[in-house]
């Protein structure tokens, strides 16, 4: 049982490069192993750093499900940030 979602990356470590996401990108399917998952978490997580983005700040995430939404929600769990999404298909 984990006891926060930052535990998630702790299992990317043992899973390393077995895929974790795939979703369509265009005509073709993307792949994302744990360890890249990973990897992308950390390095939004030291861009919002270099931002000055930091624990209680808030980011709204406004796009499509996909790897990169993953990577940049773990990153900002990282931070401590408040993540705010908003779905992609909503109404002005």
Same mark, same amino acid.
């Given at each position: 049982?984990?006891?926060t979602l930052?535990?998630?990356? %702790? %299992? +990317?470590?043992?899973?390393?490069?077995?895929?974790?996401? @795939?979703?369509?990108?265009?005509?073709?399917?993307?792949?994302?192993?744990? @360890?890249?998952?990973?990897?992308?978490?950390?390095?939004?997580?030291? !861009?919002? !750093? @270099?931002q000055g983005?930091? @624990?209680?700040?808030?980011?709204?995430?406004?796009? !499509?499900?996909?790897? !990169?939404?993953?990577? +940049?929600?773990?990153? +900002?769990?990282?931070?401590?940030?408040?993540v705010v999404?908003? %779905?992609?298909?909503?109404?002005?």
């Amino acid at each position: 049982m984990r006891e926060t979602l930052l535990s998630f990356l %702790d %299992d +990317c470590r043992s899973h390393g490069e077995q895929i974790a996401v @795939a979703h369509e990108a265009g005509v073709r399917l993307s792949r994302w192993s744990y @360890a890249r998952l990973a990897s992308a978490a950390f390095q939004f997580a030291r !861009e919002l !750093e @270099a931002q000055g983005i930091g @624990a209680g700040d808030r980011v709204l995430f406004w796009g !499509e499900n996909r790897a !990169e939404w993953i990577a +940049c929600f773990y990153g +900002c769990l990282l931070r401590g940030v408040i993540v705010v999404p908003l %779905d992609l298909k909503s109404a002005p």
